[in-house]
């Protein structure tokens, strides 16, 4: 992955920037919240949507960076605006549902547009990660440890490397996140109605 991140590759960046957050491999103490903003806010230049968001996320809560709620909330636009362009480029205007003024839910976080977009596809590599983890979550020593959780977005499957990595959702309590992210999202499809 670090090979990837020194070429440029945007979602290498933002997954390096998403341990460097979380302190991944690592004690709580080994966090580096100043290198996690580096790494999201170059992923989020190259046009990596995810870090966009992150990064907007971070400059609203001065979370590893001085807080600005202004340049925060234009930079979560900006990964709105650059989810809407990317749908909008493949799908045919006869079509489209955000022209023909349907609203509801629908992937990503398109909904805050009144957009009633299809669910993203699942990259295969988070449906194996979640799968896998999750059948060896059963004690026997492999693949999970003991206390270790997956992150709960469904379309994610970042395991946690040590107990209590992830944050937890401060409503329910109940579910984990391994970014803002992915809470951001989640919370739009599915967990705001549970």
């Avoid at 400059?59 to 990964?79: E, M």
């Amino acid at each position: 992955m670090a090979k990837a991140a020194l070429k440029q590759h945007a979602p290498a960046l933002y997954s390096l920037s998403v341990i460097q957050f979380n302190g991944s491999g690592g004690s709580k103490g080994n966090k580096n919240l100043r290198a996690g903003v580096a790494l999201c806010a170059r992923a989020a230049y190259l046009g990596h949507v995810d870090a966009l968001r992150e990064f907007g996320h971070c400059l609203q809560d001065g979370y590893g960076v001085r807080q600005n709620i202004a340049k925060g909330r234009r930079f979560l636009v900006q990964g709105n605006t650059r989810e809407l362009e990317s749908v909008l480029r493949f799908q045919n205007n006869n079509n489209n549902p955000c022209l023909t003024g349907s609203g509801g839910g629908g992937g990503g976080l398109l909904s805050d547009f009144g957009c009633n977009v299809p669910e993203i596809d699942v990259h295969p590599m988070n449906l194996f990660l979640k799968e896998w983890f999750g059948s060896k979550s059963d004690g026997s020593g492999s693949g999970l440890g003991q206390g270790l959780r997956l992150c709960s977005h469904t379309g994610c499957g970042r395991p946690e490397t040590r107990p209590h990595e992830y944050r937890r959702c401060s409503v329910c309590g109940s579910v984990n996140y391994c970014s803002r992210g992915c809470q951001a999202l989640d919370w739009k499809l599915r967990h705001k109605m549970e």
